[in-house]
């Protein structure tokens, strides 16, 4: 069987090598820009991201829906928080080695500070898609790293209603931004 623009997600779907073949083929010069974009300051990583992008594909295939996305904007998606994960994981293992097996670069340092910055831009966007209010909880919460019961007494909102908030403001961007954080 041919696999075309036609068939490929439900050759996916029926996990058909074949179908993967034609996504690395038809998207995989975006995904791979999208991870050279993201993991610039770390080309060694780039080509480990791009083959756990495809894995991430073709492990949650079922979770994209046609009705609300494109495959191209679900795969770019998908690639971009993987990049973003990598990321985070190449930052922890900065701030963990031991001083004694490593010589300290002040490239690193430079490194981690844009990788900082990036993340910091990732969050800021998908803040400013939210109320201001729930901004304002989010940040106190999760940024400054407030209590719950702080919160409460500084904005007097009851910590039910702060719960509430939080929650509907967390499925707003898990729908905004097409996945969950796990693909």
Known sequence: ???????F????QLQ???????????????????????LF????????????????????ISDFDERKNTF????AAVTRYRAIDYLRQYQREVATVDIDDTVI?????????????????EVEMMLDSLKPVDRELFMKLYVEEQSMEQVSRETGMKQ???????SRSKRKL?????????V
Do not use: T
């Open 9 to 12: 997600i439900q050759q996916l």
């Open 72 to 75: 191209k904007n679900w795969a």
């Open 1 to 7: 069987m041919k696999i075309g623009e036609h068939n």
């Open 41 to 60: 300051g770390i080309p060694h990583r780039q080509e480990e991201c791009f083959n756990d992008v495809l894995l991430k594909i073709w492990q949650n």
């Open 16 to 38: 058909n090598e074949k179908a993967l073949l034609y996504v690395i083929d038809k998207y995989g010069g975006l995904l791979m820009s999208i991870i050279r974009k993201q």
């Open 174 to 182: 898990r729908r905004q931004f097409g996945i969950e954080r796990g």
């Open 160 to 166: 039910e209603v702060i719960y509430n908030h939080l």
């Open 105 to 121: 670069v002040k490239e690193d340092r430079i490194l981690a500070r844009m990788i900082e910055r990036e993340l910091s831009e």
